[in-house]
């Protein structure tokens, strides 16, 4: 076993995923392993040149003013638990507005809640891009359409709308159990295949750890 997990850390920092894996329970599948994230990973919701998995995801939005750079999950340790989904939602300015300051509102679809997530803020005539971060997201399902808009208003009770980009985006991860669940083809393109003796392990019997009881 012990040559089996070193084999299995060694895949994991190849593949660039900072952590390590541990057998065990924790629901890990009898056989299998759980690989420990260390630092955040960034799940796109959105089509990425670079990121295979995400090759039928909806594109990025563009309009004269606003186009997205990044729509989806980090997938992170925080709030003092493990392996949970962070809300990304980043926006280029591609350029100035007319005014000298405008008033933004983005408004994120809530898994958990009728009631979307809102974030007020503003921009400055300088400013090159606008983001939000939102810890943390639960009850996200695998392959689930999630909205994403920016709206930008020349006035700060924002009833003048000047520009609005609605981002979709497409769900790679599940975690309506309480634990991670990965979309196959991440996990393919991360992990490859694991060997335990001469006995290939299928992608079911790797899971993320959580902190679940």
Request: net charge positive; proline share 4%; hydrophobic share 35%.
């Amino acid at each position: 076993m012990k040559i089996l997990i070193n084999v299995m850390i060694t895949i994991l920092v190849v593949l660039n995923l900072t952590g390590c894996v541990i057998p065990g329970v924790h629901g890990i599948p009898n056989g299998g392993a759980a690989a420990i994230i260390r630092e955040p990973v960034w799940l796109s919701g959105i089509k990425t040149s670079d990121i295979g998995y995400s090759s039928n995801f909806p594109k990025a939005e563009e309009n004269e003013y606003l186009k997205t750079i990044k729509a989806g999950y980090w997938l992170a340790n925080t709030n003092g638990k493990r392996s949970q989904l962070v809300y990304y939602f980043k926006v280029k300015v591609k350029k100035p507005f007319s005014d000298q300051k405008v008033w933004t509102k983005m408004i994120l679809s809530n898994p958990s809640n009728i009631r979307n997530i809102v974030y007020t803020h503003y921009l400055n005539k300088t400013d090159k891009n606008t983001s939000a971060t939102h810890p943390t997201v639960s009850n996200v399902k695998l392959n689930q359409k999630y909205n994403m808009i920016l709206e930008v208003y020349s006035d700060k009770e924002r009833t003048k709308l000047i520009s609005k980009l609605n981002q979709n985006i497409i769900s790679p991860v599940d975690n309506t159990s309480g634990c991670i669940k990965l979309n196959k083809i991440f996990k393919e393109e991360q992990y490859g295949y694991l060997v335990d003796g001469k006995t290939i392990l299928t992608l079911d019997h790797l899971i993320i750890w959580c902190d679940k009881k």
